[in-house]
């Protein structure tokens, strides 16, 4: 799978990455379901874990147009995690508030916290997207974020935090196909908004910022994966894989030894000789 890992050695071309690809994924549609399923049920469990060491942390970082599955990935991927140790942050238009601050404060407001794996629908990253192509700040303003957004994140990773990134990779056709069909659905017309045509018009100005974006902030402390979209399966796959590898690789002890067991081991088993001795 590091086919689709960003290496921060070597500047990519995004044209050079097919949203069609599966290479590695799986062999095909129905076994990468039942691979999901397996995936699904090792991470509930490391997630248990991980928040029981109450030592490690993850924040996952979900980028794409429209339609390219952010809200799928969240309800897919992690529909068998503990939703005490799960969260999900979204961003949209910054409020007053947030405008009065730096635009990394409300990102950093949703940080997780020891054992919590927080999941940023949009992230960070849209300050060097829309605000890029909208022309909303200067470019001497933009310019400077990515160095300040990687260290940003190497600022998380020294304090325990995994950065794990994953830019949801579509084609424009299917784009175009997705928004048809919630336009062909009423019960999924509360996701289209007119909106989402204006952005589509400006579809080659986001991709050159997005190739900018891989190859200015895939860093070797948090490096990116572009995930191939097109197939919702392959997609969710890559990145249950990686989260479940990435799980692994923390070498949880399920096992803890704890101090004066057997004093409160005897302190309960005394509770029912009290409860049988004559009064």
Not at 126 to 152: D, G, I, T
Not at 213 to 228: D, E, F, G, H, R
Not at 230 to 251: E, H
């Amino acid at each position: 799978m590091k086919r689709y890992l960003v290496s921060p050695k070597h500047k990519i071309k995004l044209a050079d990455f097919d949203p069609d690809d599966t290479h590695g994924i799986a062999g095909d549609k129905e076994e990468a379901r039942a691979r999901l399923l397996v995936l699904t049920e090792q991470l509930e469990e490391l997630q248990e874990l991980m928040a029981a060491e109450h030592k490690h942390s993850i924040m996952v970082i979900l980028q794409g147009m429209d339609t390219s599955g952010k809200d799928g990935v969240i309800r897919r991927v992690f529909e068998g995690a503990n939703p005490q140790g799960v969260r999900v942050a979204s961003f949209k238009v910054p409020t007053p508030i947030e405008s009065d601050h730096d635009y990394l404060w409300r990102h950093h407001l949703q940080t997780p916290g020891k054992g919590e794996i927080v999941i940023h629908n949009r992230s960070h990253y849209e300050n060097v997207l829309v605000v890029r192509v909208h022309s909303l700040v200067p470019k001497k303003v933009w310019e400077k974020r990515y160095f300040q957004m990687a260290e940003f994140e190497r600022l998380l990773v020294e304090e325990g935090t995994t950065v794990l990134k994953f830019f949801l990779h579509i084609s424009k056709e299917e784009q175009k196909q997705r928004l048809l069909d919630r336009l062909a659905d009423p019960a999924k017309h509360w996701k289209f908004s007119p909106g989402d045509l204006k952005e589509r018009a400006l579809w080659d100005q986001y991709m050159e910022c997005y190739e900018d974006m891989l190859n200015k902030t895939s860093t070797s402390w948090a490096p990116w994966w572009i995930v191939p979209a097109n197939k919702k399966w392959a997609r969710d796959l890559l990145i249950s894989s990686v989260l479940v590898d990435t799980l692994k690789g923390y070498k949880i002890n399920p096992v803890r030894v704890l101090e004066n067991a057997e004093q409160y081991k005897q302190e309960l088993l005394n509770e029912d000789v009290k409860k049988a001795e004559p009064a």
